[in-house]
């Protein structure tokens, strides 16, 4: 059972590691408009400012 | 810590900035409302969507906020009211104060304003403060100034601005949200086996690994997710005052410091309960927000349906783009298929079908041709227009829509009054129960007194109860104005569910403000000498006294409409009207209007010219006396007559009726000539109705019924009316034509659809009914919870779920409100038509 020392620290860095990803995706916009993203394959790509991430 | 690093750059960028600077986030360009960035949205000034810089209070503070003070700043975010009593201009402004989450906070603001400005009313479930004020004695920025000091933070509402800053706020809740529910999942992870193991099972040193695993993952939920309990609370004692998250943050903390201590010296940890509460509490508000930004028509929401740029055409028809705040009344503009209408105008060339169904809740694309009107926001669906512009687009009625929208939400209904009067001495019996029952269990059991008093603080929170009213009213707003019905304030759905009795004035309120054509009569040719002019068409004089042709009733239309083609008046629309599918339109030259009398003119008939009159009996020498309103006349005989009559609303019958099957009485009230009341009355079956009333009969009628105990409705003209419209209980206005502000009524239609009324007066009992549930649920549950905490029955886990349930199920009941309400069943009959009427 000693090897729980190293895995439970283990997984509180893991959870760490995932709460920083979630930040990450979080502030660059990624909930930001989680239906339209589906839509945007449909839209025309005439107005490339309006319709690409900046 | 990485996260709190990264929250505060954010915190940072937002506020830091100097004035004039756009904020830079990263936020997706991709055509949704609220999440522009400011630089392309901001269809106005620049100005209007820097945030106001918040810094420690200094010096520099009054300064934040001088730049409110400046007039063109004024104007774009503050309304001109009308002056009363003569003491000066009165401005109206609607704000977002950031920082308010319950009654306690409203009532501080209030309370500091009240003495300062004519009107305050801060509503907590909107963020927003209504402000009335007089910017020649108090000055804007000292009212801001005075709100910060509070300990909160005031934003202008100005178009731009609530976009950013939301976007950005609802990024850091939805993180916080995220940061918690995450560490309560793997806090669980470590927590159960503890649960479930048999003494003996771990180890000593096991159990002590997994309580400080979870304290680690503890920390990150106490330090930053929880972080906007305790600003609030800190706010709150600064203020001396008890506010909804004092309880809930000596809940969180008592239970972390608690457990704390037990994880070093041995004994029940409750990290778990800690977490768990604050995921559930941040769910809940974050939920909330999510509806109450769906549920209001946001002022992001209508303005962004304009487009950011607009091709504007010069006088030689070639276009440049140029932005929305360009463009200025008497512009021509091209709207693209697909594209919004940019401004309120008229098509100068073009046919089209346009989308209306954001300002007027009609769904049905409606047909354009030249010399239509097209109002900005509507959707241009399958024809190029080009479009002059009748007003700026910082006139428009769109404009006009969303600043009313804002202001309603700003205002607070009659018993969420009452809900924030009880809030605080409420609050303040809470913490003393915490503390006695703390005391209690002393005796009882001293190891469990701390999580006793925990659970007390965590259970009794009045969320749900401060959360009953406004988010049902909302919801019920937001459903009410996508279906064309604006409430001037949520009080109006209070009071319009109350009606038992509606009044309805007539003319533009059950009829149309416009005359239709009701019979073409054809006179047989009398027996007077031919006309006393002489046609002299060019080339024709050879055949002056041709028999005239033989009439009939499409001839002698198209003759009339050609003739009054460029008349304004009523009957010359309604002529028009009648005519537009018929026969084509005879030539016209020479026209001479007399007024109040009739139009002549020179009229090519089979190609011979001749004379032509078109007006009273009088002027053409037609039969006086008849039912015919206008008389056609070629060459002095009198060949055709013309009756007009009142056009009823397509609806009205079925409304009416509608109504009184709901168990309303119906009325009609109206200042016309008695056998014109009679016959709409007739028609639509109402046997209560009162001919040529004065604007005092109508007072005294209305008084009359509310001193029987009933509840009226008025629905009239919102201009004409107003006196009666605001003695009523609520009044409703047809809003066409004249400026909204102008309109003095609790309530704007702005279809043109008398059936809104009656699936309003719906939802409002439906709202009214889900309010009461929701309060009686609040009550309920605490009436519940509060005795089992005390007597030990509820560990602080379950009573965290308790209370994040609790408000959790009173918003997601007063969410049913904003799902579009079931058809009334009203099917819109085809116009009936009143003959009689000129």
């Given at each position: 059972m000693d090897i729980l020392y190293l895995l439970v620290p283990l997984?509180?860095?893991?959870?760490?590691?995932?709460?920083?990803?979630?930040?990450?995706?979080?502030?660059?916009?990624?909930?930001?408009?989680?239906?339209?993203?589906?839509?945007?394959?449909?839209?025309?790509?005439?107005?490339?400012?309006?319709?690409?991430?900046? | 810590m990485v996260i709190v690093g990264?929250?505060?750059?954010?915190?940072?960028?937002?506020?830091?900035?100097?004035?004039?600077?756009?904020?830079?986030?990263?936020?997706?360009?991709?055509?949704?409302?609220?999440?522009?960035?400011?630089?392309?949205?901001?269809?106005?000034?620049?100005?209007?969507?820097?945030i106001p810089p918040v810094r420690p209070r200094s010096m520099a503070q009054h300064a934040a906020f001088m730049h409110l003070d400046d007039p063109a700043e004024l104007a774009e975010i503050a309304r001109e009211l009308p002056e009363r009593s003569g003491a000066g201009r009165r401005l109206e402004t609607v704000l977002t104060v950031d920082g308010v989450h319950c009654a306690a906070c409203v009532v501080a603001i209030e309370g500091a304003l009240r003495g300062r400005v004519e009107d305050v009313t801060v509503n907590a479930a909107t963020r927003r403060a209504r402000i009335v004020f007089r910017p020649d004695t108090q000055p804007l920025s000292g009212l801001f100034e005075r709100i910060e000091q509070l300990g909160y933070r005031p934003r202008p509402v100005s178009r731009g601005a609530i976009a950013t800053a939301e976007a950005a706020g609802r990024r850091t809740s939805l993180w916080r949200m995220l940061v918690a529910v995450l560490c309560m999942m793997q806090v669980m992870m470590y927590a159960v086996p503890r649960y479930v193991a048999d003494p003996g099972d771990m180890s000593e040193d096991v159990v002590r690994l997994l309580m400080w695993a979870e304290w680690m993952l503890t920390l990150p939920v106490l330090l930053f997710a929880s972080w906007p309990f305790f600003a609030s609370a800190w706010r709150d004692l600064r203020a001396r005052r008890i506010g909804m998250d004092v309880p809930v943050t000596l809940g969180i903390v008592v239970t972390f410091v608690a457990s704390s201590a037990a994880a070093a010296s041995g004994g029940e940890v409750y990290f778990d309960s800690v977490v768990m509460f604050v995921a559930f509490l941040l769910i809940g508000r974050w939920l909330e927000a999510s509806a109450r930004e769906k549920a209001l028509v946001g002022v992001g929401d209508l303005l962004a349906r304009l487009p950011e740029t607009v091709e504007r055409l010069d006088a030689d028809g070639r276009g440049t783009t140029v932005t929305l705040r360009q463009l200025q009344a008497g512009d021509r503009v091209r709207v693209s298929v697909g594209q919004s209408v940019p401004a309120d105008g008229i098509v100068e060339t073009g046919r089209s079908h346009t989308d209306e169904s954001l300002l007027t809740g009609e769904s049905r694309p409606i047909a354009k041709q030249p010399g239509d009107p097209l109002a900005a926001g509507s959707l241009n669906l399958d024809g190029p227009l080009v479009l002059r512009l009748t007003r700026s687009p910082r006139e428009s009625r769109l404009q006009e829509i969303a600043d009313l929208i804002e202001s309603a939400s700003a205002r607070k209904p009659r018993l969420a009054q009452i809900a924030d009067r009880w809030a605080g001495p409420f609050l303040v019996a809470v913490l003393v129960l915490a503390g006695l029952s703390w005391i209690a269990w002393q005796w009882i059991d001293p190891s469990r007194a701390i999580w006793v008093a925990a659970s007390v603080l965590i259970v009794t929170c009045p969320c749900a109860l401060s959360l009953a009213t406004p988010t049902a009213l909302i919801a019920a707003a937001g459903n009410l104005a996508r279906g064309g019905l604006l409430a001037r304030s949520p009080q109006a759905i209070e009071s319009l569910a109350r009606c038992d009795a509606f009044v309805f004035d007539k003319t533009g309120t059950l009829t149309l403000d416009r005359l239709s054509l009701s019979a073409v009569r054809i006179l047989p040719p009398t027996?007077?000498?031919?006309?006393?002019?002489?046609?002299?068409?060019?080339?024709?004089?050879?055949v002056p006294q041709t028999p005239a042709p033989a009439w009939d009733a499409a001839t002698a239309l198209a003759a009339a409409a050609a003739l009054e083609a460029g008349s304004l008046h009523p009957i010359a629309a309604a002529l028009r009207r009648a005519a537009a599918s018929g026969a084509p339109l005879p030539e016209v030259s020479e026209v001479r209007e007399h007024g109040g009398a009739g139009i002549a003119a020179r009229l090519r008939i089979d190609g011979a010219w001749r004379d032509a009159r078109l007006g009273s009996a009088r002027f053409t020498g037609g039969p006086e006396g008849g039912a015919a309103a206008v008389f056609l006349a070629i060459d002095g005989h009198v060949v055709a007559g013309f009756e007009l009559a009142e056009t009823l609303r397509p609806d009205a019958a079925a409304s009416l009726d509608a109504l009184r099957r709901d168990g309303v009485s119906v009325e009609i009230l109206s200042g016309d000539e008695p056998g014109r009341v009679a016959q709409v009355a007739a028609l639509l079956g109402v046997p209560d109705f009162r001919a040529q009333a004065s604007p005092e009969d109508k007072l005294a009628l209305l008084?009359?019924?509310?001193?029987?105990?009933?509840?009226?409705a008025m629905v009239g003209d919102g201009i004409n009316d107003a006196p009666v419209l605001a003695r009523a209980d609520v009044s409703i206005a047809f809003a066409t034509g004249a400026a909204l502000a102008q309109h003095h009524a609790d309530m704007l239609l702005l279809g043109g659809r008398l059936d809104t009324v009656v699936q309003a007066r719906r939802l409002s009992r439906r709202t009214m009914r889900i309010v009461v549930q929701n309060l009686s649920f609040a009550a309920v549950y605490?009436?519940?919870?509060?005795?089992?905490?005390?007597?030990?029955?509820?560990?602080?886990?379950?009573?965290?779920?308790?209370?994040?349930?609790?408000?959790?199920?009173?918003v997601l009941n007063a969410l049913r409100l904003a799902r579009p309400s079931p058809p009334a069943g009203i099917v819109s009959a085809t116009a009936t038509r009143v003959a009689g009427a000129a």
């Open positions: 997984s509180v860095v893991l959870v760490f590691l995932i709460v920083g990803v979630l930040a990450w995706s979080v502030w660059s916009g990624q909930f930001d408009d989680v239906e339209h993203q589906g839509q945007r394959i449909l839209e025309d790509d005439d107005r490339p400012s309006n319709t690409t991430p900046r | 990264r929250f505060l750059s954010v915190e940072q960028a937002l506020s830091n900035k100097s004035p004039g600077m756009p904020h830079r986030l990263d936020l997706y360009q991709v055509g949704r409302p609220a999440y522009r960035a400011p630089g392309k949205s901001a269809p106005y000034d620049r100005r209007s969507i820097t027996p007077r000498s031919p006309g006393s002019t002489v046609p002299r068409a060019a080339g024709s004089a050879d008084e009359a019924r509310q001193r029987e105990g009933r509840r009226v605490n009436v519940v919870a509060i005795p089992l905490a005390l007597a030990g029955l509820m560990p602080p886990w379950l009573a965290g779920l308790g209370m994040s349930a609790s408000s959790l199920v009173v």
